[in-house]
């Protein structure tokens, strides 16, 4: 059985491709935050292609849903990774948003079925959107760093490179295909502080979002997302105010804006992680 499942064939002008899984890629879901956030506001729910999920996830750790309709009727709905149209009819290209949970097997057949779907739907170049959690303070602008299949697209946008080597994620595995398909491709990857990683960071969405929008014609109001980011900065201002410790802590962050560290996923042993408990459970609380 063919893994891809197409439902239409989209009539789309030389689309951009914007990418963004959730899992491991995806700290503080900014990254699937941004590709949804994309399309809600082009108001689209069906996707024209998807890729089926039997061969490439376990079930146990990504069981499908049960759903209930209005009739009583009920029906399974399982991991999908979607490929939805977004038309953009005031600019010269359109769309193609990709989204999903990252897999977890096959990934080289899995992320080659991908650049299948983008290379037969006219796909000219890719932007894939991640985050990772790194010792960055919440009151600075969100850092992007990029990294791409051809060096000379991160220098083109000034962006600050990154020399990481370890563990990489379906978006790393996804470059590497792209690269294989001629398709070139830039990643785009929002730090986030590492004292916020328990809560959604509408922030880093945004600031994914206006990268992308400065690299491709991306013609999406932003301006809900603007508004919850307000909230969500008066929110986390509150909570440093309760701590004079945390306060001191953001303004030791704040010393040497221009260092990005990456840290691991449970919080390292000099980090002061009571008062990460502590504004954790006071946004918790605000919600």
Sequence with gaps: ?????????????????????????????????????????????EPFAAIDPEEFFDFQAHRPLVEVDEGGTRSLSWPLTGFYAVPQPTADRDLVVVAGDEPSFRWRTFTRHVTQVLSDTGVEDVVLL??????????RPTPIVGVATDPAIIRSYGLSTSNYEGPTGIVGVLMEACLEAGLPAVSLWAAVPHYLAANPNPKAALALLEQTGSMVDLRTDLSE????????????????????????????????????????????????????????????DQR
């Design 1 to 45: 059985m063919d893994a891809i499942r197409r439902f239409e064939r989209p009539n789309l002008r030389r689309p951009t491709a914007i990418i963004a899984f959730e899992g491991w890629n995806d700290a503080c879901d900014a990254a699937s935050a941004a590709a949804a956030y994309i399309l809600g506001e082009a108001g689209l729910v």
């Design 130 to 139: 991640g985050a990772f959690i790194g010792q960055v303070p919440h009151t």
């Design 225 to 284: 997302l603007q508004l919850a980011v307000e909230e969500f900065n008066e929110r986390v201002d509150d909570a440093v105010r309760v701590s004079a410790d945390f306060s001191q802590y953001v303004e030791d962050l704040e010393e040497d804006p221009d260092t990005i560290i990456p840290v691991a996923d449970d919080i390292a042993a000099d980090d002061p992680a009571a008062l990460v408990t502590e504004i954790e459970d006071f946004l918790r």
